[in-house]
C-alpha cells in the first residue's frame, strides 16, 4: 500500500469520527458551550456567570444551557439549531431586561421590582398565592410580624447588607388581631442607591386592584420607620 492510499484512509477514518461526533451532539454541545459563553461574556460584562450544563431539548429545538451569577441563582437558555448551534434564542431577553435593570438603568417601576433577581423568587402582590405565601412563611423567608416577631434575623441580615452597600431584600407580613393581613416587600437597589418599597396594606389573596398596591422609593434607611408608623393604623 503505498504512502497516498495510506493518508487517505487516515484522513477517512478521522472524518467518519468527526463526522460521528458531530451527529452524535457531542461536538454541537461544545459549540453551543463556547459560543454561549462568549457572547454573555461579551455582551453582558458587569455579571459574573459560570456554565451549569447543557441538554439537547427537543421541545425547543436547541439546546438547554444553564448558568449561574455569583450569588448561585441559575439561568436558563436556548442555543438554536442542533447541528450549528450559534444564536441564542429563549431566555436571552428575560435576562436583557433584568441585567439592564439591576446594571444599567436601575429600577424605575413596580415592574422593574419584581423583575429583579433577588425578588422574583418570591412573586408579585398583585398575582401572589396564598398557598405561596404560607410556603413562603413556613420556611422561614418572611419577617413575620403577629404578637410577636419571627424570622427576625432576616431584619438583621437585610440591615448588614444594606450598610455594606449590597442589593437585599424582605418581605414583611403583618397580622392583625383583626385577621387583616399587609404585606411590604422593601428592596434596596445599591446601584442607586435606593430603598423600594411595594405595600398590600390589605392583602387579598389575588384579588388586589392596581391601585391597592402602593409602591414609594425612599432615600435612606432611616425613612423606613417613618413610612410604617405612617401606614400602621391606616
Given at each position: ?94 435576562f436583557r431586561e433584568s ?72 418581605r414583611v407580613v403583618q ?60
Amino acid at each position: 500500500m503505498n504512502k497516498k492510499k495510506i493518508v487517505t484512509i487516515i484522513v477517512s477514518f478521522v472524518l467518519v469520527i468527526i463526522l460521528g461526533l458531530w451527529i452524535s451532539g457531542i461536538i454541537p454541545k461544545q459549540i453551543a458551550i463556547v459560543y454561549a459563553t462568549n457572547y454573555l461574556k461579551k455582551n453582558f460584562p458587569k455579571i459574573q456567570l459560570e456554565y451549569v450544563n447543557i441538554e439537547w431539548a427537543s421541545v425547543f429545538g436547541g439546546y438547554s444551557i444553564r448558568f449561574k451569577d455569583e450569588n448561585d441563582k441559575l439561568h436558563y437558555f436556548i442555543v438554536n439549531n442542533k447541528y450549528f448551534p450559534i444564536s441564542l434564542g429563549q431566555g436571552l431577553q428575560e435576562f436583557r431586561e433584568s441585567y439592564k435593570t439591576e446594571y444599567e438603568v436601575g429600577i424605575l417601576n413596580i415592574d422593574d421590582f419584581y423583575n429583579h433577581s433577588i425578588v422574583i423568587e418570591y412573586g408579585a402582590l398583585r398575582n401572589l398565592r396564598e398557598k405561596d405565601l404560607e410556603e413562603q412563611i413556613e420556611k422561614n423567608k418572611c419577617l413575620v410580624i403577629r404578637e410577636k416577631i419571627y424570622n427576625d434575623n432576616l431584619y438583621h441580615e437585610f440591615m448588614n447588607k444594606y450598610y455594606k452597600k449590597e442589593n437585599t431584600f424582605i418581605r414583611v407580613v403583618q397580622e392583625t388581631a383583626q385577621g387583616d393581613i399587609s404585606i411590604t416587600d422593601i428592596l434596596y437597589e445599591a446601584m442607586n442607591d435606593k430603598i423600594h418599597i411595594v405595600r398590600a396594606d390589605k392583602w387579598q389573596r389575588m384579588t388586589l386592584k392596581d391601585n391597592e398596591v402602593e409602591y414609594k422609593v425612599l432615600k435612606n434607611i432611616g425613612e423606613i420607620d417613618e413610612y410604617f408608623k405612617a401606614t400602621e393604623y391606616r
